[in-house]
């Protein structure tokens, strides 16, 4: 890999690279329950660091982009357009969005790659995906990163509603009206939504070009089947997600990464960090959901330290 590879990039005042939008090493088409998928790999690393990102239903670009730069470390990097999204077929079928469904899919990609063990990254909705496949096929997994995510939905749930009051009871009321009515489209209350996305999501004045390019291809069925309608409603198949006795047995290096405004919270990483024997946390102060983003010089350390370690420890 080459700069001359590289497409399009943002850096910090330091010159730190925050995204790299390179040409991948290998692009394949992978067959999966219910279609084909586009999967991408960069560098020739030994080490693989396999990235699952969140949504559902968003392109890999926003994930995917600022995890580039790991190529320039020495690490391989794959990544897939999961079902629905980005170069992957959109399939209109809605018995596919599953979290079992996509649990197989991530199978298949790994497969694909003739990959057998991998580090894996998974973001959000990629944490959630990421900890089932872990549970189901524990042989691939070299080590975790669980970078904004949870493994207790129900307990989430509880920290939403602590979010959701500091808008205030008249504006809490009115939220909860309206998705008693389901009218989720209401200018008031996505004006609501919007006020807590720039204080849980992403407290940056505007959206780097990466999330911008997964927004844009935004499937928003796939969302709404296993999420809801929005970060702060649950009304699908995910509501139930509830795997803290389950991780308990994990017996991998993990990394467990949150923000102190994210909208899963600090409580629920630190959940996830007594589930799991020997695994390490890492709040980021000024971040709420993408700490890659907000403080991407930090978070970029704590990342390769976490995976010089394991790369040592397996050459060692």
Known sequence: ??????RDSSETPSGLAV??????????????PGGTVIGYSYGTGDEVVFLLNGGPGLPCDYLRDPHLPLVDAGYRVVVHDQLGTGASDHPDDQALWTLHRYVEEVEAVLAAFGLDRVHVLGH????????????TRPQRIASMVLANT???????LTEI?????????????MMQRFEAEE???????????????????????????PVRRSKAG??????????GPNEYCYTGSIRSFRRTEEIAGFTWPTLILGGTHDVLTPACAARLHRAIPGSEIRIFQESSHSPFYEEPEAYRAVLLDFLGRQRRDRRA
């Open 1 to 6: 890999m080459t700069a001359a590879t590289i």
């Open 19 to 32: 995204w790299q939008d390179r040409e991948p090493d290998e692009r394949r088409d992978i067959a999966v």
């Open 124 to 135: 959000s909705w990629g944490g959630w995906c990421g900890i089932e496949y872990a549970l």
């Open 150 to 156: 949870a493994a207790d939905i129900p307990h989430l």
């Open 161 to 173: 509603e602590r979010l959701r009051s500091a808008l205030g009871p008249e504006t809490v009321s």
């Open 183 to 209: 009218r989720y489209d209401h200018p008031a209350y996505k004006a609501a939504v919007d006020l807590l996305d720039f204080r849980h999501i992403r407290r940056l004045p505007e959206r780097p070009e």
């Open 218 to 227: 935004y499937n928003a069925p796939i969302f709404e089947a296993i999420q």
